[in-house]
């Protein structure tokens, strides 16, 4: 299944909800946007994960990344997309 990224806004909040499988082309455009919006002073950027069927490996890098950025927090994430992160982040 492809990616699909949709982008709105509820109060207050610029949300990214992402749905389908990330692989890491998609996951380096979610963290282009994400640094772009950062950047633009976007104060409150919640990236929606509550749909995503599937996460490859090398996009687990990618979202830690994304998840250090100013204003930026993920959320919607599976048991299993937690490990894989947290596993990342412990090299």
């Known amino acids: 299944m492809a990616t699909h990224i949709t982008q709105h806004e509820q109060d207050g909040c610029t949300i990214l909800r992402v749905e389908g499988d990330l692989m890491f082309d998609d996951a380096l455009v979610l963290e282009k946007l994400s640094s772009s919006m950062a950047g633009d002073g976007v104060e409150n950027i919640l990236i929606d994960l509550a749909d995503l ?20 927090r993920i959320e919607g994430m599976e048991i299993f997309l937690q490990t894989v992160i947290d596993e990342v982040e412990k090299r």
């Open 53 to 72: 069927d599937f996460l490859d490996s090398e996009s687990a890098p990618v979202l830690r990344r994304i998840s250090g950025l100013d204003n930026v």
